[in-house]
């Protein structure tokens, strides 16, 4: 078949409009959604866990009240002193939302929380053990003498999320913490006891080890047990919490023409696409609860040119210390083998903000916990009901892995609603917050009036501590 000659024109000119067109236009295609279906069968499994626990729970604590019916009027002093509190903690945790700062830049809310503890008598002190941020206050029995009675440390948390404000829920720590403190005060005042009470501001949680910097300068002299609380979708006596180690791998190479003298160069992008791809097939190989994330933050800056230096930022995370430091280990070799197989060479900077660690939750401590939350109306799950796969990581562990600590959640939220949403930040300064505060700083003062009054209780939690390792050495862990 012939075609007359003028009908292949704009044939033609349609084609090259056509490829032009297939090149230069935008595809996009859109994010595909994850499927829930997995994330839906975690919630079902979770779901039977916490109605088997609940029952559990509810006929242990029902079992164990007559044990300690002798605390009963120091704890109903405690829950009658922090309800009184109600409207300040509401109010500090309200003020808080509204002037989210980030880590190391809290001083609004440093300022908040001193005001309210002078309203209250007390004379804290400001930027201790080395960060400028953070305060401290405490009170003491006439006799106290380190030597002989302990000190216990109740930790409030105040950082905030760039972008997301408070939506991990640290404005509620903080009134937790304050109330607590406040609550103890108030009734220790009126009673024997021997011992002393610090409330220490520890700032810089996010994405930091603020906790590591202050235990460095001294915040854990003379401290015999810690505690906190952090808000939830679930209420949890114990939770997990992986370690993170943060590792900046440089690769060096040779610059060369890409096109000209490619033979020439040494090519670090080459090697940090190849530490990537190992990372990704390490995953295999790891614990169910190890978490390897890395990016690859700089990789040259022309295709024509071979990089001569490529940066990655990686997380390694793990459950245990022990498989912290394995993991580490792999990590370091697949930056190694990457460096040899690509003829450049590879500088490791670890841990350049502090390693967070692990929590070693009390399960002594984390015990009486849930018995004052079953009298606020909650059930404390115990450990393993939420999966250990579900966890991030707190400095919190670094206090835990010094003194013996505890470290639960308390809910906040409905469970589907996760940390470090705008959701959760929406429930942070809920009427529920209220709630949780309040309930929240009669679970932290009654724990340590317990550990005051109760020798044996407090001699099991730190035999328990001592059976689990004792103090670890951190500087010797991770070299
Ligand atoms: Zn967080
Ligand atoms: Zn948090």
Same mark, same amino acid.
């Given at each position: 078949m012939?075609f007359p000659?003028?009908?292949?024109?704009p044939?033609?000119s349609?084609?090259?409009k056509?490829?032009?067109s297939s090149y230069?236009?935008?595809?996009?295609?859109?994010v595909r959604q994850?499927?829930?279906? #997995?994330l839906?069968y975690v919630?079902?499994?979770?779901?039977e866990?916490v109605a088997?626990?609940?029952?559990?729970? @509810?006929?242990?604590t029902?079992e164990c009240k007559?044990?300690y019916?002798?605390?009963?009027e120091?704890?109903?002093k405690?829950?009658?002193?922090?309800?009184?509190l109600r409207p300040?903690?509401?109010d500090?945790?309200?003020?808080l939302?509204?002037?989210?700062?980030?880590a190391?830049?809290?001083? #609004?809310?440093?300022s908040?929380?001193v005001?309210h503890?002078k309203s209250?008598?007390?004379h804290p002190e400001?930027?201790? #053990?080395?960060?400028?941020?953070?305060?401290r206050?405490?009170?003491a029995?006439?006799?106290?003498?380190p030597q002989?009675?302990?000190s216990i440390a109740?930790m409030?948390?105040?950082?905030?999320?760039p972008g997301?404000?408070?939506?991990?829920?640290h404005n509620i720590?903080?009134a937790?913490g304050?109330g607590?403190?406040?609550s103890?005060?108030?009734v220790?005042s009126?009673?024997?006891?021997?011992?002393?009470v610090?409330?220490?501001g520890?700032p810089a949680? +996010?994405g930091?080890?603020?906790k590591?910097?202050?235990?460095?300068?001294?915040m854990l002299d003379?401290?015999?047990?810690?505690m906190?609380v952090?808000p939830?979708?679930?209420d949890i006596?114990s939770?997990?919490w992986?370690?993170?180690?943060?590792?900046?791998a440089?690769? @060096?190479?040779i610059a060369a023409?890409?096109s000209?003298q490619p033979?020439?160069g040494?090519?670090a992008?080459d090697a940090?696409?190849?530490a990537?791809?190992?990372?990704?097939?390490?995953?295999?190989q790891m614990?169910p609860?190890d978490?390897?994330?890395?990016?690859i933050s700089?990789g040259?800056?022309?295709?024509s040119?071979?990089?001569?230096?490529?940066t990655?930022?990686?997380y390694?995370?793990?459950?245990h210390t022990?498989t912290?430091?394995?993991?580490?280990?792999?990590?370091?070799?697949i930056?190694?083998?990457?460096a040899?197989?690509?003829?450049?060479e590879?500088e490791?900077?670890?841990?350049?903000h502090p390693a967070?660690l692990?929590v070693?939750n009390n399960?002594?401590?984390?015990?009486?916990w849930?018995?004052?939350q079953?009298r606020r109306?909650?059930?404390?799950?115990?450990a393993g009901?939420?999966?250990?796969?579900?966890?991030a990581?707190t400095?919190?562990?670094?206090v835990?892995?010094?003194?013996p600590g505890?470290?639960p959640?308390i809910?906040?939220s409905p469970?589907?609603v996760?940390?470090?949403?705008?959701a959760f930040a929406?429930w942070?300064k809920?009427?529920e917050?209220?709630?949780?505060?309040?309930?929240?700083?009669?679970?932290l003062?009654?724990?340590?009036?317990d550990?005051l009054?109760? +020798?044996?209780?407090a001699?099991?939690?730190?035999q328990?501590f001592e059976d689990?390792?004792?103090v670890?050495s951190?500087?010797e862990?991770?070299?």
């Amino acid at each position: 078949m012939v075609f007359p000659r003028f009908a292949l024109r704009p044939c033609r000119s349609n084609f090259l409009k056509t490829v032009a067109s297939s090149y230069s236009r935008k595809d996009v295609l859109g994010v595909r959604q994850p499927s829930t279906a #997995y994330l839906d069968y975690v919630s079902q499994h979770i779901a039977e866990g916490v109605a088997a626990a609940e029952a559990e729970r @509810r006929q242990e604590t029902a079992e164990c009240k007559a044990d300690y019916s002798h605390q009963t009027e120091v704890w109903q002093k405690i829950t009658d002193a922090a309800e009184n509190l109600r409207p300040e903690l509401e109010d500090i945790l309200q003020d808080l939302h509204a002037h989210p700062e980030v880590a190391f830049e809290e001083r #609004y809310a440093q300022s908040c929380l001193v005001e309210h503890l002078k309203s209250h008598g007390f004379h804290p002190e400001l930027g201790v #053990y080395g960060v400028g941020t953070s305060f401290r206050a405490e009170f003491a029995s006439a006799d106290f003498d380190p030597q002989r009675h302990r000190s216990i440390a109740i930790m409030a948390e105040y950082d905030a999320l760039p972008g997301l404000g408070h939506a991990c829920g640290h404005n509620i720590i903080a009134a937790v913490g304050l109330g607590a403190f406040i609550s103890l005060h108030q009734v220790l005042s009126q009673l024997s006891y021997s011992g002393r009470v610090i409330l220490i501001g520890t700032p810089a949680e +996010e994405g930091h080890s603020g906790k590591e910097y202050m235990i460095r300068g001294g915040m854990l002299d003379g401290v015999d047990m810690a505690m906190m609380v952090h808000p939830f979708g679930h209420d949890i006596s114990s939770h997990a919490w992986v370690g993170r180690r943060t590792l900046q791998a440089t690769f @060096r190479g040779i610059a060369a023409h890409a096109s000209a003298q490619p033979f020439m160069g040494r090519n670090a992008l080459d090697a940090a696409s190849l530490a990537y791809q190992g990372m990704g097939l390490l995953r295999q190989q790891m614990p169910p609860c190890d978490r390897l994330h890395a990016v690859i933050s700089e990789g040259g800056r022309q295709p024509s040119i071979i990089p001569d230096s490529a940066t990655m930022n990686i997380y390694v995370r793990s459950l245990h210390t022990e498989t912290l430091v394995d993991l580490s280990k792999r990590v370091n070799d697949i930056l190694d083998g990457a460096a040899l197989m690509t003829g450049t060479e590879v500088e490791k900077e670890w841990d350049q903000h502090p390693a967070t660690l692990p929590v070693r939750n009390n399960a002594v401590m984390a015990a009486r916990w849930a018995r004052s939350q079953a009298r606020r109306g909650r059930v404390a799950l115990p450990a393993g009901v939420i999966p250990d796969t579900l966890a991030a990581s707190t400095d919190f562990g670094n206090v835990s892995q010094r003194v013996p600590g505890i470290h639960p959640m308390i809910k906040v939220s409905p469970p589907d609603v996760a940390l470090h949403t705008e959701a959760f930040a929406r429930w942070t300064k809920s009427p529920e917050a209220t709630t949780t505060a309040v309930d929240g700083a009669v679970g932290l003062a009654e724990v340590a009036a317990d550990l005051l009054f109760d +020798e044996n209780f407090a001699a099991a939690a730190a035999q328990e501590f001592e059976d689990n390792g004792g103090v670890m050495s951190v500087a010797e862990t991770f070299g």
